[in-house]
């Protein structure tokens, strides 16, 4: 257990915490911030980019013969490499 004697220096351990706390939730803000912002953009550049995925999906279908790509990564990475080799 810790005595003060001081009660100013109750006052000012709260209040450096306090400080902190809103200095650490500013600074996780900004950071979300500035990985978010990459993200959002215009409607149309989002359409383009999610038609260009559905295109190379489809070309990837076409090539290996599927009746779907798979969604995880490794899987549709080993079907283009077994659709290359063929």
């Known amino acids: 257990m810790i005595a003060f004697t001081n009660e100013d220096s109750i006052t000012r351990m709260a209040s450096g915490m306090i400080a902190g706390t809103f200095s650490l939730v500013t600074l996780?803000?900004?950071v979300n911030q500035l990985i978010l912002s990459q993200?959002?953009?215009q409607a149309g550049d989002f359409r383009d980019r999610l038609e260009g995925e559905i295109q190379f999906r489809q070309d990837v279908e076409d090539?290996?013969?599927v009746p779907?790509?798979?969604a995880e990564p490794s899987r549709l990475l080993?079907?283009?490499a077994t659709a290359l080799q063929h």
């Open 28 to 30: 996780v803000v900004s």
């Open 39 to 41: 993200e959002f953009s």
């Open 63 to 65: 090539v290996a013969s």
């Open 68 to 70: 779907a790509a798979p």
């Open 78 to 80: 080993k079907l283009l």
